[in-house]
């Protein structure tokens, strides 16, 4: 068997690799099977010891060595892309924020079918291919952007485009050189778990990260999707927004983590009047050949009996398994029963001078845990006495809309604090969804024209405290005010702290207005 031949390629001497110059460079040692290069931006006149070793450069990995490197550390980041940002900007969590916007525009597009400016889509199934063709193509440009940031402005160590291989908790090899440190830091993130049934191989089943990779075909008029969480979701609403049947398989119930039954009520509805199948209590028991190695269909077990769905196309989204087995077998770092590695509040393993951070150690698969944990195992290394645990956080999920919310649902505020007030938009009244409110930026169309479909938003006040304890909202333009408000929120946010702020109206919660209606009651009531 032939070995291959890795050529070192020294950027750290050379003149700035500029953003644009960098793109066809990444593409080649993606695409060209020849193009062995090793990225070494290695400062070989430093002669301290490296305070650590990060095994992967993707979320985790970098702004974890950004951090170290700005505190006074040296890091190095061994990573086999040949770029940093890892898998999220490259065939993970930023496709299907693309893919989401084309969904929530095909199904403004499709409402409005005829009327105004809008096209006729009675019948018009639009490409997912060349959707997914344009993210393909679009990819490379934050790769780039990350290599020329992390060497010219953040002065990151890194070697890219070679996988690193664990010799013991301090040293690392990677393309023939050794290089020890301090400390080791884990980063090598989680893949799709796989599909347990027969034909899981076949042509024609994705996972979100194979249908960006492997997509060659356009997909049928039939697409089934297999889970019922974010990724199955986010997906399977972009395939149903082109136009074909979408039937979502789910072994239990569809987006049972969004807590509260109103909310969830509202998604799930708005989902079935686009043309949304869900077939909770089901599952998947095989997939079908069509004799050429391509799907054909599925067969599907469900509470009436067993159905066979003809399809060419079935993506699942089924959860993640953690890269942990080299660190397993080689370190014998201990992990939970699920695969992921445990760590303390300082992202610290069973062994010592090893740390975990990102997908390694379990939910929520996040970019800001994976941020914040490599945030937190570096200043624990340089020093800092630091406690990181992601038990509480604000949280989204797109369908054809985008859903954002923190705290409990309703039902256990009850459970809780016993009194609650309620303050949501629309209002209950004998209109119920059929009110021109919630009317806010990029729902106002709807709000005007299809009222039911303007989204919906509900505040949860613990009466007695009058502290908000939950906050959610189905729309458009609120996740990012979300995540500054659950900070306030964690600092024991009150209604009559809401009816001090200066809302930006038309803003997309009216938490603030809303707020202001009854916080000058000394006895709350709902609104």
Request: net charge negative; charged share 25%.
């Amino acid at each position: 068997m032939a070995t291959t031949t890795l050529t070192p390629w020294d950027i750290r001497s050379r003149d700035p690799i500029s953003i644009h110059d960098w793109g066809p460079e990444i593409d080649s040692m993606l695409e060209d099977p020849e193009d062995n290069r090793v990225v070494f931006n290695v400062d070989e006149t430093d002669t301290r010891p490296y305070d650590a070793i990060f095994l992967g450069g993707g979320a985790a990995g970098r702004f974890g060595s950004a951090y170290m490197r700005a505190m006074g550390g040296r890091q190095l980041i061994i990573d086999q892309w040949p770029f940093l940002g890892g898998s999220c900007p490259h065939n993970a969590c930023v496709p299907h924020h693309l893919f989401s916007e084309v969904a929530a525009e095909l199904m403004l597009t499709r409402t409005f079918s005829g009327q105004f400016w809008f096209p006729d889509m009675d019948g018009r199934v639009t490409s997912i291919k060349e959707i997914v063709d344009l993210f393909r193509a679009g990819r490379i440009a934050p790769h780039a952007i990350m290599n020329f940031q992390s060497k010219e402005q953040l002065d990151l160590e890194y070697i890219l485009n070679a996988p690193g291989r664990i010799i013991d908790s301090r040293t690392v090899e990677v393309a023939g050189r050794t290089f020890t440190a301090r400390n080791l830091i884990l980063a090598t993130g989680a893949h799709p778990r796989p599909l347990p049934c027969p034909g899981n191989d076949l042509k024609g089943v994705f996972t979100y990260e194979s249908l960006v990779e492997d997509l060659d075909y356009e997909p049928g008029d039939t697409v089934v999707v297999i889970g019922g969480s974010k990724t199955a979701v986010e997906y399977g609403c972009f395939f149903q927004a082109t136009g074909r049947r979408t039937i979502f398989v789910v072994r239990s119930e569809l987006l049972k983590l969004l807590e509260d039954g109103e909310t969830r009520d509202y998604v799930i509805t708005m989902m079935k009047e686009q043309g949304t199948e869900i077939w909770e209590g089901s599952v998947v028991t095989e997939v079908h050949d069509d004799g050429s190695g391509r799907v054909k269909g599925v067969t599907v077990s469900t509470p009436d009996g067993i159905e066979y769905v003809e399809t060419d196309f079935v993506f699942h989204g089924l959860g993640e398994v953690p890269n942990s087995k080299m660190a397993a077998d080689v370190l014998g770092v201990k992990l939970n029963d699920d695969g992921t590695i445990k760590v303390n509040p300082q992202m610290q393993t069973s062994v010592p001078n090893v740390y975990a951070i990102g997908d390694l150690i379990g939910p929520p698969m996040e970019m800001f845990k994976a941020r914040k944990s490599g945030m937190y195992a570096s200043r624990h290394i340089m020093g800092e006495d630091v406690h990181y645990e992601f038990k509480e956080f604000p949280d989204f999920l797109h369908t054809h809309y985008e859903v954002s919310w923190f705290g409990v649902g309703e039902e256990e505020a009850r459970e809780r604090y016993g009194d609650v007030t309620i303050i949501k938009m629309p209002p209950d009244s004998e209109d119920g969804w059929e009110v021109a409110l919630p009317a806010t930026d990029r729902m106002m169309l709807y709000a005007f024209a299809k009222p039911r479909m303007s989204g919906f938003q509900k505040l949860i006040i613990a009466s007695a405290s009058r502290k908000v304890v939950g906050a959610h909202h189905v729309g458009a333009g609120a996740r990012d005010a979300f995540q500054y408000l659950f900070q306030l929120y964690r600092r024991g946010l009150t209604i009559d702290q809401l009816a001090e702020m200066d809302e930006l109206f038309l803003n997309p919660t009216h938490f603030i207005q809303l707020s202001r209606l009854r916080a000058g009651s000394k006895d709350l009531q709902d609104l």
